[in-house]
């Protein structure tokens, strides 16, 4: 006989739940309800059968009698709709007094333990759909993402943003400090990236006058897999004219603490071991200040690679002085940034696309946000002037010929955007999987990524 087609008119198992949970023991309601969902549970009691059947909203306990089965043999695993009358029973357990079951999708290959779930880390990874069948917290983890999301595009919406989309694959790839995938269009014939951001075509919507836009999507850099990396992953960037760097500050911290608030009801999160307060205002420092406070800044080559020589970091593998400054910094500062904190006035060989400080050019109005040793946004005054943008590309061209294989390759058509003229704008990209891993109090971007990037099984 055909399983059903659909399951119409059904409640949420955690509404029902509650209204079981007002009566007395013992009692019934008056209203019947329709459930489905999955029997993760089955206990045979003689004349009762008590099955827990978990769908997205929790889990609820049902009373059935095996003569109203009417022959269906109810398995682990299995999905079943149920119609019958809230109650609660003689122990105080909420639950659903079954006058009908039907089966929905009967399950053919065995559950893994029903109490303790998937424990194999890797296996979770592979195998999602199991863990979020198993695990509540899991649900709860996806559930938390989707809050922080959907809190992101409602501030930036009643800021009066417009939310656009920019080409994944492009003909040139730019905007952050990436090796990027090499794709193959066969009707281009031509090879073609996958991006590695979205901030040279936002800001030339910018330039085209849409004034305040924002891009939540995904964004591919062909790098290393950490707790913190991953070669796909989402990012919010909002590009908004007539700001600068200060202006995105207070809008970064505006958005952050809305997401918590919205996420997990609070500002306060446990983080790698951590108590974190994530409400306004963050501790603001400058990168040069950091790093002399930890005696590692200098603008020679030769003095800065001593002094992290002689600090014990190995050296080998940074060509440029950049790469040396970037590797003191992530070394020496970032770890030990535990509460929010803004490092702003970054070097100008490290920004390609930031303004210049006004007391100190050689510095530029660039900030990160960083968090439990974990840099998580990165904003600029974004330079506006096509002439400098050239030169600052020419300058990477140099850096990239010195052996950075991640600086910046250029963008000829991005330089002739600029040329007919953008205003002054701030600009930002937040790590959506990063900010997810703090408010959630995730140890691994993993976690909080349903379909995690892994390596072939062995």
């Known amino acids: 006989m055909p399983l059903p087609k659909r399951f119409p008119n059904r409640d949420e198992i955690a509404t029902v739940r509650a209204e079981a949970d007002a009566l007395e023991p013992d009692a019934e309601a008056e209203a019947t309800r329709r459930l489905a969902g999955r029997v993760l549970a089955r206990r ?13 909203s929790g889990r609820i306990q049902l009373l059935v009698r095996p003569d109203d089965l009417g022959g269906v043999d109810v398995d682990l695993g299995d999905i079943v709709g149920v119609e019958g009358v809230p109650t609660k029973s003689r122990r105080g357990e ?33 195998r999602r759909y199991l863990d979020l069948m198993m695990n509540e917290e899991s649900r709860e983890l996806a559930a938390t993402r989707t809050r922080i999301v959907r809190e992101i595009r409602a501030y930036l919406d009643g800021e009066g943003f417009l939310e656009v989309e920019t080409p994944i694959l492009q003909p040139r790839y730019g905007g952050g400090f990436a090796e990027p995938f090499v ?11 996958l991006r590695i951001a979205d901030e040279l075509y936002l800001k030339r919507l910018i330039v085209g006058g849409l004034e305040k836009v924002y ?30 760097y200060r202006d995105t500050m207070e809008r970064t911290e505006a958005l952050v603490e809305r997401a918590a608030l919205a996420a997990i009801g609070a500002t306060s999160v446990s983080f790698r071991g951590h108590e974190i307060d994530l409400s306004r205002p963050w ?33 080998k593998s940074d060509t440029t002085w950049a790469q040396l400054a ?45 968090v439990g040793g974990m840099e998580f946004a990165n904003a600029f005054s974004e330079l506006n002037d096509s002439v400098e943008q050239a030169e600052r590309f020419a300058l990477q061209e140099t850096e990239r010929a010195a052996g950075d294989v991640e600086a ?17 704008t701030g600009g930002c990209g937040v790590g959506v999987d990063r900010l997810a891993m703090v408010l959630a109090g995730s140890d691994t ?7 995690p990037a892994l390596r072939e099984r062995e």
């Open 94 to 126: 909420p639950s659903l007094a079954v006058r009908s079951l039907e089966l929905l999708a009967k399950i053919h290959a065995p559950l893994p333990d029903t109490f303790h779930g998937i424990t194999d880390v890797e296996q979770r990874y592979r």
């Open 283 to 315: 501790r603001r420092a400058k990168f040069v200040d950091l790093l002399e406070e930890k005696g590692v800044w200098s603008r020679d080559s030769q003095e800065l690679r001593a002094k992290l020589q002689a600090a014990g970091v190995e050296t």
């Open 44 to 56: 045979d009691m003689g004349k009762l059968m008590f099955l827990d059947l978990v769908d997205r």
């Open 215 to 244: 891009e939540l999507g995904k964004d591919f850099r062909n790098e290393s897999i950490s707790y913190k990396h991953s070669p796909e992953f989402t990012q919010v960037e909002w590009y908004e004219a007539y700001a600068d």
């Open 183 to 193: 794709t193959h269009s066969n009707e281009l014939d031509r090879d073609l990236y």
């Open 326 to 370: 970037d590797h003191a910094y992530s070394h020496f500062v970032e770890p030990e940034l535990i509460q929010p904190t803004i490092v702003h006035d970054w070097p100008l060989e490290m920004s390609p696309f930031a303004r210049t400080t006004d007391y100190d050019a050689t510095l530029v109005e660039r900030f990160e946000c960083v």
């Open 445 to 451: 971007i993993r976690d909080v990524i349903l379909f």
């Open 408 to 424: 910046e390759p250029g963008d000829p058509d991005f330089v002739e955007a600029l040329s007919y003229g953008m205003p002054p």
